[in-house]
């Protein structure tokens, strides 16, 4: 099969691509993130997508539309609506972004079929994410190649180490960053959770 890869970053690519390719697939890799901030580090990330697809030789197009207001705008909107304990409305709509231009994309230059690196992450909202992709494939018209690369989380970090690839620290919105960093955040997150446990 002709499959385009959404790639979230680098790092999350090295299984995947593995994968695929050991499976007989042809794979063209596709870069768009609008949700990686700020924007040097949105560059360090296309840049080691870059760096990863020439050590590979993996051809790769590059979205490098740094579209921080759009995003903030889709995410503050998600944020409204009622959070749950199993979702955040931030993230499904992340991934809706992200994986409709992936599918238009490869719908639009000859594909078969979409998939993205983000099912190779043990930290996202994986079933979230899941049935977005089957959604927007149905709307697109284009087959969602499924499937779970999380068992290959660790090879992929091994693979990462021996290419030497920039690793970064946190998801990618600047909401990620404090959620990272902040201790305060933390501190009231915990306790949102726990008042929301006890509401159910
Ligand atoms: S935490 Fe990650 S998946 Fe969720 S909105 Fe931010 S960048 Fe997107």
Redesign the pocket.
Known sequence: MKILLHMCCGPCSCYPLKKLRSDGHEIKGYFFNP?IHPYKEFKQRFETALEFAEKVNMPLEVDKNYDLRSFLQR?LTAEKREETLTE?P??RM??AWRLHQAAIYAKENGFDAFTSTLFVSPY?LHNVMKDVAEKIAKAVGIEFYYEDFRTGWDEGVEICQELELYRQPY???I??EEERYSNRWKKQHKKKMKKLRESM
């Open positions: 949700n995410a955040k931030r993230c992340c991934y996202q998801c990618g919105c909401f990620s």
